[in-house]
């Protein structure tokens, strides 16, 4: 019924940019949360930015000022906008929204698929 689906990933040269994007469709009663995760080969998952309905933000440290956050509330759709990549950006970026679905007393998160960005000469 609720899917996330996420698009934007690809390999580019360090210094380069990527858009990854996330829509979250479905019976969507309402969304508390947005956010991204990265995952590199043999690391655990880090949280790499997120955004909240109020429009409240934070990054991982790594990325301020490189990466941006943003969401389409009409479209239930969050952004990420990824400047001056560098190798160590390399990752499987997931999405994930903290959300109430129709017919659910309490929220609980969803997950994207994961899209591949890989940063390299």
């Known amino acids: 019924q609720v899917q996330l689906v996420e698009s934007g990933g690809g390999l580019v040269q360090p210094g380069g940019s990527l858009r990854l994007s996330c829509a979250a469709s479905g019976s969507i009663f309402k969304i508390n949360s947005m956010a991204w995760y990265r995952q590199a080969p043999g690391n655990e998952r880090e949280l790499v930015a997120v955004i909240t309905n109020g429009g409240s933000i934070n990054y991982t440290d790594s990325v301020k000022g490189r990466f941006t956050i943003s969401r389409d509330n009409a479209k239930n759709t969050v952004y990420l906008q990824m400047n001056n990549l560098k190798p160590e950006d390399t990752a499987v970026y997931y999405c994930?929204?903290?959300?109430?679905?129709?017919?659910?007393?309490?929220?609980?998160?969803?997950w994207g698929q994961g899209t591949q960005v890989t940063v390299s000469s």
């Open positions: 994930k929204a903290n959300m109430v679905v129709a017919g659910r007393r309490y929220d609980g998160n969803y």
